[in-house]
Structure formats: C-alpha cells, structure tokens
C-alpha cells in the first residue's frame, strides 16, 4: 500500500502574493494545468494506468474570490476532543495527529469554524485543513476535500477554498489518506476547487 500523507499540493504559488485578480486566476490556471500534466503523464499518478490516456483532466467549479478568506488567526482549540489524537485512513490505518487550533471565519453569509491539523510528517508551521461540506459524497469525494495552509509572514493566515483538493484515495483506492473528522463539516455547499467530474457519472 501507498503511504499518501494527504498530497502534494503544497509547496507551489498559488498567486496570493501577485497584484490583481487577473493574475490570480493565471496562477491557479497554471497549477492546474500543471496538475493535469502530472496525473496524465507522470508514473506516479493517481489515475489508474489503464485509464490514464483517456484522462481529461480534473474537474473543477469556476474560481470564485468569494471562497477567499483572509487574515486569519489561529485561535485555540475548543472543541471537545483531545489535542493529540490518531487519524483514522482511507484504508483502516491510523497516522498521529494534533489538533493545532482553530479557524474561525464566515462563509455564505454565516460563521464557520475549522480545526487545523498537524501530521506526524509535518514541519513549521504549516497546518492541513480537511473539511466536509454540502456536496461532500454527490459532487465531490465523500472523505472530504484538503487544503494545505502555510502562515503569512506576520503569522496571520488564509484560507482558499479555490485551492482545496481531492486526496489521491478519490482516484484509487490503494492510496492512504486521513479522513476528515467530523468537527470539520461546514454547514453549506463549498462550490470552489475540485470536484467530481459530473460527466464522469459522479
């Protein structure tokens, strides 16, 4: 079995830092474009290899800055379960865990909150951010969608939801990928990053 943390889609520009919207959506543009290339070509994608010709790319809703949220702090961890804890996987395993603290922020028109992450193969200050919401298991992967959150150098962060991605475990099931606790389900329809691909049959 594949020993997948939760992707590698961390680590690229996502474009927060350029000037303007239009070269915000060219940043996204060209990871995704480069994404597709990987998971077409590379040996290491997901996509099993007897269907990897036929690849069209992945399947995503249009970029939305309302699905942006910025300036976050990391508040302290609230909730009721304990602060290290083991995450159960895609394939029955458990992988470390700390609940780092929480997010707290509106999203359409109400406020949300989310617990951040830190795996065991994590460093830094960089936290993983998994959630459930309204078309978690019809339009998009039924474990939920990451997103890989890094601080801002005043330590403040953000969250965007354009960025969030489906875990290698969507695609096939040889992979090991956390599943999203339960505290981490948003009470609305998240329509940014992946999705299934709806002409695929869901």
């Not at 590698?8 to 520009?13: F, I, M, Q, T, V």
């Not at 919401?133 to 039924?142: F, H, K």
């Not at 099931?173 to 999705?195: D, F």
Request: hydrophobic fraction near 30%.
């Amino acid at each position: 079995m594949a020993d997948h943390d939760h992707d590698e889609h961390d680590g690229h520009d996502h474009g927060h830092e350029h000037d303007g919207f239009g070269a915000y959506l060219a940043a996204i543009a060209h990871e995704r474009e480069a994404k597709d290339e990987f998971f077409h070509d590379s040996p290491q994608s997901p996509i099993p290899a007897e269907t990897r010709a036929t690849f069209r790319g992945l399947a995503y809703w249009p970029i939305d800055p309302g699905y942006v949220v910025i300036d976050l702090e990391l508040g302290p961890y609230v909730g009721d379960g304990p602060a290290t804890f083991e995450i159960p996987t895609s394939d029955g395993r458990l992988r470390p865990a700390e609940r780092a603290g929480t997010f707290s922020f509106e999203l359409g028109g109400a406020p949300r909150t989310l617990t951040a992450y830190r795996l065991a193969n994590m460093t830094g200050g960089s936290l993983f951010v998994p959630f459930l919401d309204a078309t978690s298991g019809t339009e998009t992967y039924g474990a939920g969608r990451y997103l890989d959150v890094e601080p801002e150098p005043d330590g403040r962060y953000f969250l965007d939801f354009n960025l969030a991605y489906q875990p290698y475990c969507a695609y096939a099931p040889q992979y090991s990928c956390p599943l999203t606790p339960a505290e981490n389900r948003l009470a609305t329809r998240v329509e940014a990053g992946e999705r299934l691909d709806p002409g695929a049959g869901g």
